[in-house]
């Protein structure tokens, strides 16, 4: 703990100095406007511990300066961000260092709460891929501007882990069972499914992004008002693809709607036999490769169990829970197998333990949920926030 | 106007003085050049602190939810999420935040239909699945759960599908056997039939015994004849009938040879599968109602309506085809006994309901009372939280406190009933009698209490506390009306107290043991620590009830020795019946209390649920007037007493949040003032255009 106050203290003498300009992020000035821009583009984006920690302290500084209008987050190249570094958390892992990916994700899901009770606008631009960690600092905030290049997913299904970043927050709140096939299936969605579904709250073609990006910051306001009709100015309807499955609520709502992982898994079996769309098959053959112990623990535990009748604090603090447990490792080791087979070995043919969901007994999931009875380990303190706009908090 | 004395223009210059200070003081200084704010946002006068950030929880209020809910909160969680994503069920978008409700404001036909719809919605959903074919204790306890979580959503749809599974389901369970439940358990369970259950009549509702349908057989046909003799036989208030259901019991005399049988259960089918009603039925509807319109109740009438032999229910008594009556049972009393048990299940179910209804209340009222200021006590301060006066907290947090209790004594009636055993049949009779009453009647008044504790706001349908009191209105008079059922009590203790001295043997069961021991002494003097004390609580509890149980028996046994019968006798001594139905209710309440507290180890939980307990003592020392009419305490006690609630409010003032958030109740199903009520009531949600907005409200 006493390390992490050392790194805060670094970066704000790094902002006081002006010299922001740091490898892993790119901060542009333009008036009251900062812009960020995740700055690893050979690794998709992919956030490090030590992006984290800047994108916290660089959010918490904007806050407090009163020259500050708006944030603009974008990512260099062709993702907007990747996701989480797994692969080197995994590796922590294995070195028996579980407790350094802890304090990754204790920082990450602090970043998601500042994000979703942020008291001023951020600009989020997704012109690429945006998964998993990249989702947790975009989604949160108030304006998500999808293009033509959009692809989303919360693939952690399928690495053994669970839609974290406070996924079971925004996915549990999607229409209708929506989350819940996106959490559990890690579908890819569009753009233009990201803004039907409410992911997005705009879609922008890429080629007027800069359009876009210049026009925000000649208006220099903290207006939501006026952001989101200059946003309006570029936006477009996008069309929504025939085979998109925002086109199949009801079969989703029969299949996902279901109590238990094995009603919903019987549900798509069912549905499958009865149709042979292609995002059909496409969830049947994701959810029978994704690890047992992950959907149990992201349906039961996060989409439904809790999430949904939370707020966003409540909500991470839960999932940094439950995540050090799967860190930990003691009732799982599934996200290290995860992660050899799509990371180390490639060998895309993870097996998981327990391999069949009728091996995982109740209290196996409730033990994810538990404090963990280890020394020095703590729930997740989130950052104070003062002067908070009244509609950031759902119950701290 | 025209005169421009020196003194006008004083007036002009002090009103205008006062204006400055009035803006200044409420923080909206628009002309103050000294501002050092910089915020671009409106500045309003009132600011909205959600109680979160200045209300302290000081234990762990998920373990509290766990022991109010005590059985299948994820099946529950389960549950509010499928209400919550759905859009049959009228999600609302105010001040950022979803919330569910029925649109009470559609008509009595609409709201019906929006019924049928929901209760469609969860069929597809599996959420009825196991509700009359599963067995054991665990599949009626996700029964109850479920039901609990329905009848938060809206009072209508419980009782709707309460007429359907325990009313018309438990009849065929309870009083039919094998054939019938083969042909109709699973039926009723994925609702190929819709079942109603039609008892009351319009001349006779608790007295069943008195209804006046009659039915005689036909043995040439081997078909019953049912028949509704007169109007006052009609059947009345029955739910379902009116629009939705194809089948009904049917509770009529039945008439043998010649010779009255007493009441039997009949199924006779009302309509036909495309919903037309069947030949020599006749189907009224009971019209608009003060709540509960999206329930259908209605009217039958029987004109010899025929119905074959084997739709007797007769799992106490039987007609052989050759038309010879059939019981096990000789004595009709015990007959009659035998049919009463299916209103048990309703009762269990009413007493839950009318718990969480008052919690709901007690949520958005303490929210609301924690975020609301009005008045300053000096000049220049800031308004005061409604929460922090203590007249205020003295309306709200004994109420709470109560609501504690009897979630304790619901629960503790669920296990009874879920465990039940044949032997303990009178005692679930008795107690459920008793919580129904309680619970009901705590209901009604902590809704009034909550809707007039919200000022107005307590009167928009869309704050749910001031609608809810027409909706639960009825729960004082349906499956037993509440004073009846208090002599029912008062009755059955009787029975105890005759039993005990006349057999010489001790009491046993009801909690009535404590009549063996010696009569408790309460201290003369009461102290703080002896007011908190559970030995004290539970011992003038037992004195009240002790000594009234002695002077019903004597007052009954005074009116008899006059020469009056003895119903008569149970009559002329209503008022000491009443005062004992309430005396056995409290102490068993309070019995459930001590016993939850007592499964506790230890820690903030158990220190805390102390308070409550002791609030619930105390106020209801305070409050009912037989403690001073006989004696059990004095005027000095009662001055003690009332000091103590005083204290009791303003420790538990401070766990009012943690205390109501641990009924887990989800916020979409409380309501706008609840929450962010400056926003949810801004100019801005009139118009809902801002675009992009915190992910929450997006969507």
């Given at each position: 703990m ?25 901060v ?34 904007c ?14 190249g ?5 996701g ?6 995994a590796?922590d892992i ?49 304006f ?6 959009s ?7 399928a ?24 959490g559990l ?5 569009d ?13 922008v ?11 925000l ?33 009801d079969a ?9 992982i094995s ?31 992950s ?26 829970r ?8 003691e ?55 003062f ?10 | ?82 209400m ?66 329905i009848?938060?959503f ?14 018309w389901?438990?009849a ?70 009116a ?14 040879n ?6 039997h ?17 006749r ?10 319109n ?12 025929r119905?074959p ?7 106490v ?10 019981s096990?049972?000789?004595d ?12 048990t ?25 924690l ?62 009698s ?13 809704l ?38 208090m ?14 001295k ?21 201290a ?34 005074e ?7 003895k119903?008569y006798?149970f009559i ?13 209710s ?5 019995q ?9 180890t ?10 409550v ?15 001073l ?12 007493v ?58």
């Amino acid at each position: 703990m006493n390390a992490t106050s050392v790194e805060v203290s670094d970066q704000f003498y790094c902002k006081n100095s002006e010299l922001c300009v740091v490898h892993q992020i790119l901060v542009e000035k333009a008036g009251g406007v900062r812009k960020f821009i995740l700055n690893r583009p050979r690794q998709l984006n992919a956030l490090s511990h030590k992006m984290i920690s800047q994108l916290l302290h660089l959010f918490l500084a904007c806050e407090e300066d009163h020259m500050v209008k708006l944030v603009i987050v974008k990512g260099n190249g062709r993702a907007f961000s990747a996701g989480g570094d797994a692969a080197s958390v995994a590796r922590d892992i294995i070195k028996g260092n579980w407790k350094s990916s802890a304090a990754f994700y204790h920082d990450c899901f602090s970043l998601n709460y500042l994000l979703a009770t942020y008291s001023k606008p951020q600009v989020s631009i997704l012109n690429g891929i945006v998964m998993g960690g990249g989702a947790g600092v975009s989604i949160h905030g108030r304006f998500r501007v999808a293009t033509e290049n959009s692809v989303f997913a919360m693939p952690e299904t399928a690495l053994g882990l669970f839609p974290d970043v406070g996924a079971s927050y925004f996915l549990s709140r999607l229409p209708r069972f929506f989350g819940e096939y996106v959490g559990l299936t890690g579908t890819r969605l569009d753009g233009a499914e990201m803004l039907a579904c409410g992911l997005a709250t705009h879609f922008v073609s890429s080629e007027k992004l800069p359009a876009l990006e210049e026009a925000l910051c000649r208006a220099n306001s903290s207006d939501p008002a006026l952001i989101s009709a200059i946003i309006n100015g570029f936006s477009q309807q996008p069309y929504l693809k025939d085979e998109s499955a925002f086109h199949r609520l009801d079969a989703i709502d029969r299949c996902f709607s279901k109590r238990t992982i094995s009603g919903i898994l019987l549900a798509v079996e069912k549905e499958a036999v009865r149709c042979s769309d292609q995002w059909i098959s496409a969830a049947l053959k994701s959810s029978r490769t994704a690890s047992p112990m992950s959907l149990k623990l992201s349906l039961r535990s996060v989409l439904i169990r809790e999430g949904r009748l939370q707020g966003i604090g409540q909500c991470v603090v839960r999932e940094y829970r439950m995540i050090c447990n799967v860190l930990k490792g003691e009732i799982s080791k599934d996200f290290v197998e995860g992660c050899r087979s799509i990371f180390f070995d490639k060998d895309k043919n993870p097996k998981w333990n327990p391999s069949k969901l009728n091996q995982i007994s109740e209290s196996m999931v409730d033990r994810h949920f538990l404090k963990l009875d280890d020394e020095g380990w703590e729930d997740l303190k989130l950052p104070p926030r003062f002067n908070l706009p009244a509609h950031a908090i759902a119950k701290l | 106007m025209a005169s421009s004395s020196s003194s006008s223009v004083d007036q002009v210059s002090r009103r205008t003085q006062i204006l400055t200070n009035h803006l200044n003081q409420s923080g909206f200084a628009p002309y103050s050049s000294s501002s050092s704010s910089t915020s671009l946002e409106f500045s309003a006068c009132i600011n909205f602190s959600p109680p979160e950030l200045s209300e302290r929880i000081e234990f762990d209020t998920k373990e509290m939810r766990k022991l109010l809910d005590a059985h299948n909160l994820e099946d529950r969680d389960w549950l509010y999420g499928l209400m919550r994503q759905s859009n049959l069920f009228n999600p609302r978008k105010l001040g950022g935040r979803v919330f569910v409700w029925p649109d009470y404001n559609q008509s009595m036909e609409q709201q019906r239909e929006m019924t049928m719809k929901r209760i469609g919605y969860m069929i597809d959903r599996g959420v009825f699945e196991g509700w009359l074919t599963a067995q054991g204790p665990e599949a009626k306890l996700r029964k109850l759960a479920l039901m609990e979580v329905i009848g938060i959503f809206d009072h209508s749809l419980s009782v709707k599908l309460g007429v359907h599974f325990m009313l018309w389901g438990g009849a065929i369970q309870f009083f039919g056997t094998k054939r019938h439940h083969d042909k109709w358990l699973r039926a009723t369970e994925n609702y190929a039939v819709k079942g109603c259950f039609a008892m009351s009549e319009l001349g006779h509702g608790s007295n069943v015994r008195g209804i006046e349908t009659v039915t005689t057989y036909d043995s040439k046909t081997e078909e019953f004849v049912i028949n509704t003799p007169c109007e006052s036989a009609q059947k009345y208030w029955i739910g379902g009938a009116a629009n939705h259901a194809t089948h009904t019991v049917v509770f009529s005399q039945l008439n043998i040879n010649g010779k009255n049988q007493g009441v039997h259960a009949f199924i006779a089918q009302i309509r036909d599968l495309d919903g037309n009603i069947c030949p020599n039925i006749r189907i009224a509807d009971c019209g608009h109602k003060i709540g509960l319109n999206g329930v259908d109740n209605g009217r039958i009438w029987f004109d010899n309506a025929r119905i074959p032999r084997e739709n007797l229910l007769n799992s106490v008594a039987d007609v052989s085809p050759d038309g010879q009556y059939l019981s096990s049972i000789k004595d009709p009393d015990q007959r009659f006994a035998a049919f009463l048990a299916p209103l048990t299940s309703g009762r269990v179910n009413i007493t839950v309901n009318a718990v969480y209804s008052a919690k709901i209340s007690l949520a958005i009222a303490i929210r609301y009372a924690l975020t609301r200021r009005a008045f300053s006590v000096a000049p220049n301060e800031p308004e005061m939280l409604l929460l922090d006066y203590p007249s205020h907290q003295r309306r709200l947090l004994p109420l709470l406190a109560k609501t504690y209790a009897m979630s304790f004594a619901a629960n503790y009636l669920k296990f009874l009933y879920v465990n039940r055993t044949p032997e303990l049949n009178k005692a679930i009779h008795v107690v459920s009698s008793a919580f129904k009453a309680a619970t009901t009647w705590h209901n009604m008044k902590t809704l009034q209490e909550c809707r007039e504790a919200c000022g107005g706001q307590g009167l928009k349908t869309e704050n749910r506390i001031g609608h809810m009191k027409a909706e639960y209105d009825v729960q004082s008079t349906f499956e037993g009306d509440n004073n009846v059922l208090m002599q029912q009590i008062s009755k059955a203790l009787f029975g105890e107290y005759i039993a005990a001295k006349k057999g010489n043997k001790l009491f046993k069961g009801l909690g009535l043991e404590h009549l063996n021991k010696s009569c408790p002494v309460t201290a003369s003097q009461l102290t703080s620590s002896t007011l908190r004390c559970s030995q004290f609580q539970t011992d003038v509890f037992c004195l009240r009830e002790r000594d009234l149980l002695n002077r019903f028996v004597a007052e009954v046994s005074e009116h008899q020795a006059q020469g009056k019968n003895k119903e008569y006798a149970f009559i002329l001594s209503y008022q000491i019946a009443q005062d004992l139905g309430r005396a056995f209710s409290d102490r068993a309440i309070l019995q459930t209390f001590t016993e939850a507290e007592r499964a506790l180890t230890g820690g903030p939980l158990k220190e805390i649920l102390g308070h409550v307990r002791s609030m619930y003592a105390l106020i209801t020392l305070e409050e009912d007037s037989s403690f001073l009419r006989y004696g059990y305490l004095s005027t000095d006690h009662v001055a003690a007493v009332r000091k103590e609630v005083t204290k009791l409010c303003s420790e538990l003032r401070s766990h009012a949040l943690a205390l109501v958030d641990s009924f887990g109740i989800p916020d979409a199903f409380l309501s706008p003032i609840a929450f962010n009520w400056l926003e949810s009531n801004s100019w801005s949600s009139v118009q809902q255009q801002l675009g992009g907005t915190t992910f929450a409200s997006a969507i």
